[in-house]
């Protein structure tokens, strides 16, 4: 069976959605993704010749687990603010961890995998913004200490700051997109009943 291509693009919408509340959480989320990734693929780059099939799934798991645990307790350590936010993400990456390793995202060069991750991080840190610029009508403004940020307007609309509101965000975002990129119509194209 061949990996779905769409698979690991689905895998990472949670991960998306869910950590890119504010421009603070999505950084942090970058960071820990870029982390536990990294180390992902250089430990399994050491350890995929020589492991059979079913021995690769268990060490994949294991060891994308404890990266991803490791990230979780070292955040829990230095950034507890944020981490109590995104605890509940910090397994999304090792599932993605495993869904690329089966998704071919490792055969892939560097420049691939490069622009691949790019794409994510740029995504990840527009919709924070975005989120956070159109939920609480600033940018900067930290839910764990006093400092207001840079207050845009006085109030947002604090549905973009919740997860539905990360679906239309989304949402706008691909529309943009879409109109974008999408080829110019002819003049004379003429309309059918």
Known sequence: MK??????????????LGSSGSLVSAIGTLLSFSVVVGLYGLCMRALRPRL???GRLLVSV?????????????????FLPWQQAFGLYAGLIALQCVVLEYNGFWRQTLTERGKLCALFGALLLL????????GSGSLGRSPFESW???VL??????LISLVPGAFIVLALLLAARQALVRPK???KETHRP
């Open 127 to 134: 919709l924070g913004t975005l989120r956070e610029v159109v």
């Open 153 to 158: 307007f006085s109030d947002g609309l604090p």
């Open 148 to 150: 207001q940020g840079i």
């Open 185 to 187: 119509l002819n003049s």
């Open 3 to 16: 990996p779905s291509p769409g698979l690991a693009h689905c895998m990472m919408l949670p991960l998306l």
């Open 52 to 54: 059979t099939e079913t």
């Open 62 to 78: 294991l060891l994308a687990t404890t990266l991803s645990s490791c990230a979780d307790v070292l955040a829990q350590r230095w």
